[in-house]
């Protein structure tokens, strides 16, 4: 099989992988330069880079690649360690690079009001692939989003039905109306998504929450719900509001590891009805969607 060829099937079915590439070889190894080996997310390769135990730890340091999305180069003494001595090598050197293999992001919209409209232009620039959903066709368009990948102007029951985000896929839910907002939300929690937003107020929030709750949806479900959504900046007009919601949505792709200003009630489970100053933003922002 041609390992490009798979690559870009792995992406095209929503799915993670690594490529493991010679890049530096001093002495004889089992192999050629710039040998290359594709480890998808189920374990599988394609290719090689000569077998034996070298090839074992690259696989395992594949695996961890894909999962941490962030590539390493591996480098084997073939002449000092004893454990590469199976009559596999010939002794040398080598130095692995290994890479992440990512599907797409997927960004899928709910709404197609002000907040939606900068969303979508900010995140794509940003690279995520935005799908729009909105059950008014004289929102949902080409004229209004440009940038979008696909648009559905569809009522939202049938364009939850037609849509299925896998575990690569953000989800932002910045509909015109509470009721929206709400089965949106209970149809995404039980969806693969990495990450779902929803904007609003805090007491919207905690009332969404807790109605979702009476009706038997578990918890735990919630754990990747950000909301009120965006990033704490300080956020008022729909333009800032998209900057702080396109920003968490970077943060969450790239694993930021520095702790981050969520506005969560989700995230941080806090009891109470206050409402701070930057979810009032977005409550005003969402009744004007």
Same mark, same amino acid.
């Given at each position: 099989?041609?390992?490009?060829?798979?690559?870009?099937?792995?992406?095209?079915?929503?799915?993670?992988?690594?490529?493991?590439?010679?890049?530096?070889?001093?002495?004889?190894?089992?192999?050629?330069? %710039?040998?290359?080996?594709?480890?998808?997310?189920?374990?599988?390769?394609?290719?090689?880079?000569?077998?034996?135990?070298?090839?074992?730890?690259?696989?395992?340091?594949?695996?961890?690649?894909?999962?941490?999305?962030?590539?390493?180069?591996?480098?084997?003494?073939?002449?000092?360690?004893?454990?590469?001595?199976?009559?596999?090598?010939?002794?040398?050197?080598?130095?692995?690079?290994?890479?992440?293999?990512?599907?797409? #992001?997927?960004?899928?919209?709910?709404? #197609?009001?002000?907040?939606?409209?900068?969303?979508?232009?900010?995140?794509?620039?940003?690279?995520?692939?935005?799908?729009?959903?909105?059950?008014?066709?004289?929102?949902?368009?080409?004229?209004?989003?440009?940038?979008?990948?696909?648009?559905? #102007?569809?009522?939202?029951?049938?364009?939850?039905?037609?849509?299925?985000?896998?575990?690569?896929?953000?989800?932002?839910?910045? %509909?015109?109306?509470?009721?929206?907002?709400?089965?949106?939300?209970?149809?995404?929690?039980?969806?693969?998504?990495?990450?779902?937003?929803?904007?609003?107020?805090?007491?919207?929030?905690?009332?969404?929450?807790?109605?979702?709750?009476?009706?038997?949806?578990?918890?735990?479900?919630?754990?990747?719900?950000?909301?009120?959504?965006?990033?704490?900046?300080?956020?008022? %007009?729909?333009?800032?509001? #998209?900057?702080?919601?396109?920003?968490?949505?970077?943060?969450?792709?790239?694993?930021?590891?520095?702790?981050?200003?969520?506005?969560?009630?989700?995230?941080?489970?806090?009891?109470?009805?206050?409402?701070?100053? %930057?979810?009032?933003?977005?409550?005003?922002?969402?009744?004007?969607?």
């Amino acid at each position: 099989m041609d390992i490009y060829e798979q690559i870009v099937q792995l992406r095209r079915e929503g799915r993670r992988g690594a490529v493991a590439t010679i890049v530096n070889v001093r002495g004889s190894i089992p192999s050629f330069r %710039t040998a290359k080996m594709l480890v998808r997310d189920d374990g599988s390769i394609v290719g090689t880079i000569g077998g034996g135990c070298v090839e074992a730890d690259v696989w395992q340091a594949a695996r961890e690649v894909m999962e941490l999305e962030k590539p390493r180069t591996l480098s084997f003494d073939l002449n000092q360690d004893p454990k590469y001595d199976t009559g596999l090598v010939c002794g040398g050197t080598l130095e692995v690079f290994v890479e992440p293999i990512l599907p797409p #992001a997927l960004l899928y919209l709910f709404g #197609a009001g002000h907040v939606a409209i900068n969303v979508c232009h900010i995140a794509a620039q940003a690279g995520f692939d935005v799908i729009v959903a909105d059950d008014r066709t004289s929102y949902a368009s080409k004229e209004r989003f440009p940038a979008a990948r696909e648009i559905h #102007a569809l009522d939202f029951d049938e364009a939850m039905r037609k849509l299925d985000p896998n575990e690569s896929s953000f989800i932002v839910i910045v %509909t015109r109306g509470h009721r929206d907002d709400m089965r949106i939300l209970r149809w995404a929690v039980q969806t693969r998504a990495r990450y779902i937003g929803m904007i609003g107020s805090k007491r919207k929030v905690i009332g969404i929450f807790k109605t979702l709750q009476q009706e038997g949806i578990p918890p735990h479900l919630f754990d990747r719900v950000h909301a009120p959504i965006g990033l704490n900046i300080g956020a008022v %007009t729909p333009e800032e509001i #998209a900057v702080a919601i396109t920003a968490e949505l970077i943060a969450i792709r790239r694993h930021a590891e520095t702790e981050l200003p969520h506005m969560s009630w989700f995230l941080r489970n806090e009891a109470g009805n206050g409402v701070d100053e %930057t979810s009032k933003a977005q409550s005003c922002c969402d009744e004007k969607e």
